[in-house]
């Protein structure tokens, strides 16, 4: 049974565990974070482990899971590269803990727009990197993880890596330059935002709430579920629809004109300045 180590204790490590619970994970499963409230909250919810103190955490690990904000990356790799040199550096023969340091350590980073040269540089040799961006509908079982591989990371890391995320999910491997635009894309924002904004219309058109809410959930959801789960193109499922003349294609024609397309490529842009300033030189300048 391996130990998986999260550092840091937010809402995506909540959703993974969830993930992981309702999956039955034969993982042992651990927590570090600063915030004694969060701590105390994962272990209540999820019956996972909880360690406050970060290098005890680390010394557990068979993989990390580092699921802090990119703004604290550099600072908390930061701290675990100096450990790592205390104890490599105050040896003067072999031991199992500088055994697993020189061996190094999988690690796999959820912060978005650091690439994996950033996080060796900071981290430094003790630990090898893989990245992930996992989605919080995770917590449902039916989560999108996708996967950032370096060429040098061994095959079976990759394993450990897609079989971890894959017990929520799918995953899906991408190259790291695509990385930016995948985790603006699929953000299930999208569709809360989505199925928000249509039910609020249609009671404004004469709907109470309840059935806005499970008008527009099957006008998104289950529309996609089927062509998602079917064999259909999204074009023929489209023209089936909004057959011409008639009010679905009126609907959509007007949301057109209105520039419905040039607002999602507004947004899509907003959301890779985003990205990019997130991991800019603020956090990451020597």
């Not at 955490?57 to 990356?73: F, G, H, K, N, T």
């Not at 709907?207 to 259909?232: C, F, M, N, P, Q």
Request: glycine share 10%; net charge positive.
């Amino acid at each position: 049974m391996s130990t998986i180590v999260f550092l840091g204790g937010g809402r995506i490590t909540s959703a993974m565990l969830a993930g992981l619970r309702l999956g039955k994970t034969r993982h042992r499963l651990v927590v570090h974070d600063l915030n004694p409230g969060k701590l105390r909250d994962l272990k209540k919810r999820y019956a996972v482990a909880v360690e406050p103190d970060l290098n005890c955490a680390v010394e557990q690990a068979d993989m990390l899971i580092v699921a802090v904000r990119p703004s604290s990356v550099r600072e908390l790799l930061g701290m675990v590269r100096k450990e790592a040199g205390k104890v490599m550096g105050g040896m003067n023969r072999p031991s199992l803990v500088r055994q697993k340091l020189e061996q190094q350590r999988l690690a796999v980073s959820l912060a978005a727009g650091v690439p994996l040269r950033v996080l060796s540089q900071v981290a430094g040799p003790a630990v090898r990197w893989a990245r992930a961006m996992p989605s919080p509908v995770c917590r449902s079982g039916r989560g999108l993880t996708a996967v950032v591989f370096p060429r040098t990371l061994p095959s079976a890391d990759r394993k450990r890596v897609q079989d971890f995320f894959s017990s929520f999910g799918q995953v899906v491997e991408i190259p790291e330059s695509k990385f930016n635009a995948f985790t603006v894309t699929y953000s299930c924002s999208h569709g809360y935002h989505a199925l928000a904004t249509l039910a609020r219309t249609a009671q404004a058109a004469g709907l109470d709430r309840k059935t806005a809410l499970v008008a527009s959930a099957h006008a998104l959801a289950d529309g996609i579920i089927a062509w998602r789960d079917g064999e259909h193109s999204l074009q023929s499922l489209l023209e089936e629809a909004a057959t011409p003349g008639g009010i679905a294609a009126a609907t959509v024609a007007e949301m057109d004109a209105a520039g419905y397309g040039r607002a999602v490529r507004q947004g899509v842009a907003a959301g890779l300045r985003r990205v990019r300033r997130n991991a800019g030189r603020r956090f990451f300048a020597n």
